[in-house]
């Protein structure tokens, strides 16, 4: 089955803890992403990756890490956690044509809830 | 650079009625233009996409939305919803070429009342 697998769905840890998030898809896409939600501002972009050794800064960046060493995994990395980083977090995977990202072939993983206290 | 726009945070609705959920976009060239829903406690799903041609898109569950260049809209309907339609949607905008992002909406939560 098709899936984006994201690890452990819910965490509570302390301020300055570090803590690894970790992602994996099955279907051989290119692309993977981390996104945050939070209440009353939709989804934002914080790492994406469009392919092995190759990350960029999405909208919100700060204080996050990312790796891109295998296609399959993309694991999000928060080196000294904020209490403004509690947030439910979302990984997803896609194909790409040439440069281009296949939008509708993205899967999203089922959410990571984070607290930081 | 695109921006997306939906209008209500909240809309709650009666089973059985019919439902607008309104998105409106920002791009001085073509886009693409999706609509997901995240059931509770679950990740996001596409419910419908619009890339070219007709401007009326199905999607699944009984869902449709029009692509209105004019207007620059693309307002998701449903002509009678369900309690399993409770859910939060998102309205995405992307542009069909280059290595540009997926930008989503803040999203409405639908709520259907028994």
Redesign the interface.
Known sequence: EAQVTQNPRYLITVTGKKLTVTCSQNMNHEYMSWYRQDPGLGLRQIYYSMNVEVTDKGDVPEGYKVSRKEKRNFPLILESPSPNQTSLYFCASSLKGGQRVIWEKLFFGSGTQLSVL | AQSVTQLD?QVPVFEEAPVELRCNYSSSVSV?L?WYVQYP??????LL?Y?SGSTLVKGINGFEAEFNKSQTSFHLRKPSVHISDTAEY?C?V?L???????V????TRLSVIA
């Open positions: 945070s693409y999706f406690n679950q990740g996001l799903q596409l996409k890339l998102f995405a992307s069909p070429s280059g290595n540009t992002p997926l989503f909406g803040k999203g």
